[in-house]
């Protein structure tokens, strides 16, 4: 089955701990995404990347750090910076960043930092 | 700042009846837009996407464009409880050198049996 996969589900931390989200794609896809959603709010861009080695900050990269050495995977990691980082996280991919392609999302990481 | 704009809702409506669902957007350059439905919980799927003025039918889905108006819609005919969700809709805009999704904050639909 294609598909895009996050890990873990859920995921718990300490206020000061870095976190790392997996996102995993088989779909063949060039171009991935990370985006943020807080209630009330429509998604944010955090980081994407349209080519491995190759990655930009989006619209809130502020406290987040991403690679991209892999095709198919593109890992998010949440820093002790980012000021507020409980949220549901969505990992996507498209078949390239161009303006015509479609996103899809894998089923999200929801974090809970306390 | 380019953007999407969405009426909240909640959006009520019979089961069997036609719900319209509406999306303004800012930039006049703008080629393509998609709707995803988003269950509480989940993540967004795609439904529709749509890249030319007019309709465009998938099953009880129908997705309309007006350009000239920035504006698109969706239309689901026979509504059913199962629709219920919240629809994104989204506007791949070019900005700052590079093709970005801009996504509305979502229309709650209730579809009451």
């Known amino acids: 089955d294609g598909g895009i996969t996050q890990s873990p589900k859920y995921l718990f931390r300490k206020e000061g701990q870095n976190v790392t989200l997996s996102c995993e794609q088989n779909l063949n896809h060039d171009a991935m995404y990370w985006y943020r959603q807080d209630p009330g709010q429509g998604l944010r861009l955090i980081y994407y990347?349209?080519?491995?080695?190759?990655?930009q900050k989006g619209d809130i990269a502020e406290g987040y750090s991403v690679s991209r050495e892999k095709k198919e995977s593109f890992p998010l990691t949440v820093t002790s910076a980012q000021k507020n980082p409980t949220a549901f996280y969505l990992c996507a991919s498209s078949l390239s960043g161009g303006e015509i392609y479609e996103q899809y999302f894998g089923p999200g990481t929801r974090l809970t930092v306390t | 700042q380019k953007e999407v704009e969405q009426n909240s809702g909640p959006l009520s409506v019979p089961e069997g009846a036609i719900a319209s669902l509406n999306c303004t957007y800012s930039d006049r350059g703008s080629q393509s837009f998609f709707w995803y439905r988003q269950y509480s919980g989940k993540s967004p799927e795609l439904i529709m996407s749509i890249y030319s003025n007019g309709d465009k039918e998938d099953g009880r889905f129908t997705a309309q464009l007006n350009k000239a108006s920035q504006y698109v819609s969706l239309l689901i005919r026979d509504s059913q409880p199962s629709d219920s969700a919240t629809y994104l809709c989204a506007v791949n805009t070019f900005t700052s050198g590079t093709y970005k999704y801009i996504f509305g904050t979502g229309t709650r639909l209730k579809v009451l049996a």
């Open positions: 990347s349209q080519i491995v080695n190759d990655f």
